[in-house]
């Protein structure tokens, strides 16, 4: 199975490592949505006009690691900074802090927060007149937590169709609590959603293109992810959730992503 | 007639919602009536959302990342405990701005029991740096202080009783972050935070006409805290009593301690709330359940000053 941005999860590897700290499965989980964004989607203007950017919120921060790399490519971050993550005096840490890093929309860790502050942006934006889009991206066991659905209520109540989620839908919290029929559950709350490989651009483009705006709802869109995706023994591997690779697993790591 | 200050609220956010497009209220399932004429006034800027107040906390951060005052209101518990992470994580954490207004705060709802009741907050909101804890005792220390203040990148906390202190306040003396002294004595002096300032005049009544007479000083800003009237004070007198509606556990007395505690030779003394009130009756039941009446507060200062 071919793999996507191998290159982003190389750095990612390399700075957790290098900080012996960090989430690898969850941001290998999420690297390829974040970065078609950024790459595809998120209009990034200049620093003196940067209240016309569309805006980015990484509700599960825990996944950080390639919100900073994607950053990096971008050019928001620089290398020096990234370099520095984990270390004492860095802008970058285990969890985003916006207060630290220019382009980072909120400070996430606690989970459950990103959403409905993204819920309250998009309003405003409305309010304004503005055509700013708004992009969120949650897990699938943040889906747990009953401010999400608080925000999904507010959201359609609210008919915010300049917001559009993405689900982490990598399963990890099905072996926890099962959270089922998420695309069901969704559309309940009066949301459009459509289900998508959030490892591959071509099934994220054609999701863009049926899942299309509408005039009063929000949307999301599920992605069917694998958690750990990239790295054979990390995959759908709960042992790795927040666990830091030795000297033998980072050659195997490396390995499999410079094939 | 005194003016209620919830309805100064509506009046207060009504006045200045129309001439600030910025001000925006949210309110979770509270105060429908009183804000309709900001509704009015102010179109698309008020939202009534219902019953899922973390998520309205949240909420405000983002709309303030586009540029507006978000005003929050609701019943204190539901807005100060509840979302008590939502608001360290949103404005402690991110540094941002809110106006946060509560009513309900200790037991105003006296009879709606123990899950109305609220008299941490001083505590919990005076952990935050970026805070301004105001407690108006009156409509008008309202109408000045949200005036002032609202727009500050604060987390604006303004804490409503429904049981206004009735004490004339000259409005020139009402000012942000400073207290008043509202009787000179020599006996003792005596702190009143918000409401508690009418049990303070009418304890200072009784004893002036025995002429023994305590000092009374008023807070209604109670982060920033102004210290130099209380040193000044307690220098003189060396005899602190405070009363107020919060809990001991980290209440308004601890700044006070605080505050004077290189003083030499002082007695102090406090009144406020000892643990859950699980009563219900009317407030002024419940105050002399928990030593907050004029009778209690009149024992305390006896055996004080005797």
Not at chain 1, 187 to 201: L, M, P, Y
Request: glycine share 8%; hydrophobic share 35%.
């Amino acid at each position: 199975m071919s793999v996507l941005n191998k290159d982003l999860r190389q750095r990612i590897v390399d700075i957790i490592i290098n900080s012996k700290e960090g989430h690898i499965p969850s941001a290998f989980s999420v690297v390829d949505i974040i970065n078609y964004l950024y790459e595809k989607k998120i209009k990034l203007p200049k620093k003196n006009n940067w209240n016309k950017r569309d805006y980015f919120f990484l509700s599960k921060g825990h996944g950080c690691a390639a919100l900073y790399v994607v950053l990096n490519k971008f050019k928001i971050l620089s290398d020096k900074d990234l370099n520095s993550y984990g270390n004492f005096g860095s802008k970058l840490g285990g969890h985003p802090d916006m207060t630290k890093i220019f382009g980072v929309e909120a400070s996430t860790g606690s989970l459950g927060h990103g959403l409905p502050t993204a819920v309250g942006v998009a309003l405003g934006l409305k309010i304004k007149n503005n055509n700013n889009k708004v992009y969120c991206l949650i897990g699938d066991g943040e889906c747990h937590e009953g401010s999400i659905w608080e925000a999904a209520n507010l959201a359609s109540n609210l008919h915010l169709n300049n917001l559009i989620c993405f689900l982490d839908w990598n399963k990890s919290a099905q072996k926890l609590l099962k959270i089922e029929n998420l695309k069901k559950k969704w559309e309940a709350f009066g949301w459009k959603s459509s289900i998508a490989d959030g490892h591959s651009e071509k099934s994220l483009d054609k999701c863009f293109i049926k899942n299309k705006e509408t005039t009063d709802r929000p949307r999301i869109i599920i992605c069917k992810n694998i958690k750990g995706k990239g790295v054979s023994f990390i995959e759908d591997n709960p042992v790795w959730h927040h666990k830091i690779p030795n000297n033998e697993e980072y050659k195997i790591i490396k390995k499999e992503l410079t094939l | 007639m005194i003016k209620k200050l919830r309805q100064q609220f509506a009046d207060s956010v009504t006045d200045i919602g129309k001439k600030d497009k910025n001000l925006i209220v949210l309110v979770s399932d509270i105060s429908h009536e009183i804000l309709k004429p900001f509704a009015k006034a102010c179109p698309g800027r008020y939202y009534n959302l219902g019953i899922c107040e973390q998520a309205i906390v949240n909420m405000a951060a983002g709309l303030k990342k586009v540029g507006f005052y978000p005003v929050l209101h609701t019943i204190a518990p539901f807005l100060i405990e509840r979302c008590y992470e939502q608001i360290k994580l949103d404005f402690g954490y991110q540094n941002l701005g809110v106006n946060l207004v509560s009513v309900g705060g200790t037991y105003d709802y006296s009879k709606l029991g123990c899950s109305h009741h609220c008299y941490s907050d001083f505590a919990l909101m005076n952990q935050f740096s970026n805070c301004n804890i105001i407690v108006p005792g009156s409509a008008l220390e309202f109408k000045i202080l949200f005036k002032s203040i609202y727009k500050k990148n604060k987390i604006n906390y303004f804490r409503l009783t429904e049981n206004p202190h009735q004490v004339l306040i000259k409005s020139t003396d009402i000012r942000f972050g400073r207290g008043i002294k509202i009787k000179k004595g020599n006996s003792l002096t005596l702190v009143a935070v918000g409401s508690k300032l009418k049990e303070a005049i009418q304890a200072y009544n009784y004893f002036a006409s025995k002429k023994k007479y305590i000092e009374v000083l008023y807070y209604h800003t109670l982060k920033p805290f102004d210290k130099d009237l209380l040193r000044s004070s307690v220098k003189k007198n060396k005899r602190l009593l405070v009363i107020e509606e919060f809990s001991k556990k980290g209440g308004f007395f601890s700044e006070c301690l605080n505050a004077t505690k290189d003083i030499k030779n002082v007695f102090y003394e406090n009144i406020g709330i000892d643990s859950f009130v699980q009563d219900y009756g009317t407030y002024d039941q419940l105050n002399s359940r928990t030593g907050l009446d004029l009778d209690s507060l009149k024992k305390k200062i006896f055996k004080i000053i005797k």
